[in-house]
């Protein structure tokens, strides 16, 4: 396992994380059992991965907590709370009560990345102002080590959340939307990154459009339009066929991976043998040179997608 230093907490992780939320989470949103979600945790650390990725609303905090018991100081843990209840922006005490409810899930006494979770730009002051401050204290107390927020990065493809948020640096480690059609965190996010050495975490590199044929060709065709680009007539083949590339999925994977600013790429999956083949493409090589010009003049100025 390819290992990379997490930005200035100075931890020490592997660039392949175990993501359990999207649309697998851990396999438990397609009828896998808790046991088999555990499974897979396992799995993950007997390959090396040592970054798991979780949240209260994904429902996989207590297959990660047993997934990790009695190897809890080999990994890394980052979970998230929500932002909006039934009233709105959760209180401080709303937090502090979610926080502690991760704790007992997860089995152990500290998070070491606790994010606020798809923090919308609209509602930065706000967290900022009342959420912030209860997180700072729960890092007092040692129950967090880090602080982390994510975006919506489904309704915020221009990262405009992040654009405000960086400059304040207010946050160690950010989670961002980021993948071969939509790579304009490239221009917005990683720049600031870089600079105030805030970690990142990486997801969507693969979703539905990079794993669905036919919904791939349907956001080509969206952004051919949106964007006046004139696309290939075979659509990514030129990527997936490329010597070296064993699949499209391989090819975003490594596309991620690579990036300067990227460091954690998440994956998620509720297979093993699934799970393996991810972890591999990410620690492929580069794409190669000509591939990715190809797809910077195509899709380098495109900010209008997901992915998802």
């Known amino acids: 396992m390819d290992m990379i230093r997490l930005g200035r907490t100075g931890l020490a992780v592997s660039v392949a994380g175990l993501g359990c939320g999207g649309h697998s989470r851990l396999g438990m949103a397609r009828g896998a059992t808790e046991s088999d979600a555990v499974s897979i945790v396992r799995h993950a650390l007997d390959l090396g991965v040592n970054f798991i990725d979780t949240a209260r609303a994904y429902g996989t905090e207590g297959a990660v ?52 979770h798809g923090l919308g730009e609209d509602e930065y002051d706000v967290a900022v102002d009342t959420l912030v401050p209860a997180l700072e204290r729960q890092k007092t107390l040692g129950k967090i080590r ?69 919904a791939l060709a349907a956001l080509l065709e969206e952004i051919a339009v949106r964007h006046t680009i004139t696309m290939p007539s075979d659509g990514l083949d030129f990527v997936s066929d490329a010597a070296g590339v064993s699949s499209l999925v391989q090819a975003a994977y490594r596309f991620c991976r690579h990036e300067h600013g990227a460091d954690v790429v998440l994956t998620g999956t509720g297979s093993k043998s699934h799970l393996d083949e991810n972890v591999a493409s990410i620690l492929a090589p580069p794409l190669p040179d000509d591939i990715t010009d190809r797809l910077a003049v195509l899709f380098g100025k495109v900010d209008s997608v997901s992915g998802n």
């Open 65 to 116: 907590g047993k997934g990790i018991e009695g190897r809890r100081e080999d990994v890394v843990l980052s979970t998230k709370t929500l932002l909006r209840g039934a009233d709105g922006m959760i209180t401080p005490d709303e937090l502090v009560s979610n926080l502690e409810a991760s704790l007992v899930a997860l089995g152990t006494d500290h998070i070491d990345v606790f994010h606020l």
């Open 146 to 214: 880090f602080l982390g927020v994510t975006e919506r990065f489904s309704n915020d493809t221009t990262h405009e959340m992040f654009r405000r948020a960086l400059p304040d640096d207010l946050f160690d480690v950010v989670m961002v939307g980021f993948n071969l059609l939509n790579p304009s965190a490239r221009s917005t996010v990683f720049p600031l990154t870089r600079e105030k050495d805030v970690a990142t975490l990486i997801m969507f590199a693969v979703r539905r459009a990079l794993s669905q044929p036919e």
